[in-house]
């Protein structure tokens, strides 16, 4: 199955890589024609310079870009250009629009179009531990759910087009809420003067367990937080989950309040901070290094 992968960034990159390793042939695609030309390089893969070179005769046809804008960009620019029956798979977080959007476009055009976002953040690319939930044409997924395992741990169709985008949603309310909660219990043992590591290993046993807590708990007691998902990507995240839920009824009080603690965050000079940084304004503190 001939592959092209458009958005070659810190989680396209690995998970490119992962297709390669699993015997696909993948020209790569990236608006930046050198980090294409050094991932073509690195990994054995092909490069093109335009998105219409890189969807030649392709079959299978993965994108995992910015926003709803460069995903209707590229699927148009590629569409013209796919093998009869090619699948899309987008990997960008998006609205649930867009993908219904893109999915009318591909059908008009004999292609698929499945909306699957990711989560695991860069250390599940890098390390082929993703998981995926998809909406679109099931028979479309299952087709090339192989290729997609090579840089994912699971992979769940969600129902139809759009689902995938709509579960991702329901994801990050989850994070955002789950990153405040262990904000403030950082803050409070800090406040307290408790061993934050001792209050670690006596609450991550039970029920407060999580994996933001087994992952993030230390160095937000430390104020560390240049790596993982940023704020700035979290705040577009939280702005499709909010226009989503005036369009749908439902009341995110939660949701909205974290998004404005990002916003204060971003002020802080945070932008690229990970998201655990929610403790950085608790703290009133600016991260170490």
Known sequence: MKAAFAGLGVMGAPMAR???????????????????????????????????????????FILCVGNDD???????????????????????TTSAKVAREMAALAAGQGAFF????????????????????????AAALARVETALMSYSKAIKHMGPSGAG???KMANQICIAGVVQGLAE????????????????DAIS????????MENRWKTMARGEFDF?????????????????????????????????????????GGARWDTSSLAARLQDRKPKG
Do not use: C
């Open 165 to 167: 985008q709509l579960t």
């Open 228 to 268: 993982g998902f940023a704020v700035d990507w979290m705040r577009k995240d939280l702005g499709l989950v909010l226009d989503e839920a005036r369009a749908n009824g439902s009341h995110l009080a939660l949701t909205a309040l974290v998004d404005q603690f990002y916003s204060e965050v971003q002020a802080m």
């Open 18 to 60: 992962h297709l390669i390793k699993a015997g696909y042939p993948v020209t790569g695609y990236n608006r930046s024609p050198d980090k294409a030309r050094a991932w073509a390089e690195a990994n054995g893969g092909a490069f093109a310079a335009t998105v219409a070179e890189a969807a030649k005769a392709a079959e299978l």
């Open 185 to 200: 219990a950082v803050h409070f043992a800090q406040s307290a003067d408790l061993d934050t590591d001792a209050v670690l």
């Open 205 to 212: 046993k039970g029920a407060a367990q999580s994996w933001q």
């Open 114 to 137: 499945i909306d699957a976002p990711v989560s695991g953040g860069q250390a599940g690319a890098e390390n082929g531990q993703l998981s995926v939930m998809a909406g679109g044409d």
């Open 70 to 92: 460069d995903v209707r960009q590229v699927v148009t620019e590629a569409l013209p250009h796919l093998a009869t029956g090619a699948v899309i798979i987008d990997h960008t």
